[in-house]
């Protein structure tokens, strides 16, 4: 059974930065793509980008392309997403969706999410 | 950028009635639209991808049709654990990648 478990919540201020785990088991780790989608408090769900987990290699939305960073670590099949510069805009749940194989823009599986708040 | 524009707003209907939902997008994505369920507190769960296949585990009760612009979601005989937020999303002229708006689907 596909099981996709992220970080807790998190609490930062305005210009720091924000580092959350996603760590997935019961499947083949390498085999899908994984990509982050956030969602403000009542807004519709934003994709952020994706990463090739098998390569390594992310590719970022343009809107935050700047400010993003995602990382993997195959020997604990766990995905890192980075944040720097917070805002306050910034607070959202953010997810962890895995990409159905072999179409890997299909998002078949979700984290359970993690709130980062951005407060001063 | 693909827009995702989701009708109506909110809909109230009772359980056991039928529920239409709809999604124009703002130029053709195919049949690459597919339609995710969130309840309050969790995370979105994929019910329908490629405009009408189901994914693993969904009832028979949820379909989807459409093409091109226009795509409907359609639940023949709403459950009481059916009452949530419906997104659709686009895959087919991405990055980036986008959701509509949502429609909340509400007891009557």
């Known amino acids: 059974q596909v099981h996709i478990v992220q970080s807790g919540a998190e609490v930062r201020e305005p210009g720091a930065s924000v580092k959350i785990s996603c760590k997935a088991s019961?499947?083949?780790?390498?085999?899908?793509?994984i990509h982050w989608v956030r969602q403000a408090p009542g807004q519709r769900p934003e994709w952020m980008g994706w990463i090739n987990v098998g390569t390594g290699t992310p590719k970022y939305s343009q809107r935050f392309q700047d400010r993003v960073t995602f990382t993997r670590d195959t020997s604990a099949s766990t995905i890192y997403m980075e944040m720097s510069s917070l805002r306050y805009e910034d607070t959202a749940t953010y997810y962890c969706?895995?990409?159905?194989?072999?179409?890997?823009?299909?998002?078949?599986?979700w984290g359970q999410g993690s709130l980062v708040t951005v407060s001063s | 950028e693909i827009v995702l524009t989701q009708s109506p707003a909110t809909l109230s209907l009772s359980p056991g009635e039928r529920a239409t939902l709809s999604c124009r997008a703002s130029?053709?994505?195919?049949?690459?639209l597919a339609w995710y369920q969130q309840k309050p507190g969790q995370a979105p769960r994929l019910l329908i991808y490629d405009a009408s296949n189901r994914a693993t585990g969904i009832p028979a009760r949820f379909s989807g049709s459409g093409s091109g612009t226009d795509f409907t979601l359609t639940i023949s005989s709403l459950q009481p654990e059916d009452f949530a937020v419906y997104y659709c999303?686009?895959?087919?002229?991405?990055?980036?990648?986008?959701f509509g708006q949502g429609t909340r689907l509400e007891i009557k």
């Open positions: 969706v895995r990409g159905q194989r072999g179409n890997y823009d299909i998002f078949d599986s």
């Open positions: 019961g499947y083949t780790f390498v085999s899908h793509a």
């Open positions: 999303q686009q895959r087919s002229n991405w990055p980036p990648i986008t």
């Open positions: 130029q053709s994505v195919g049949s690459y």
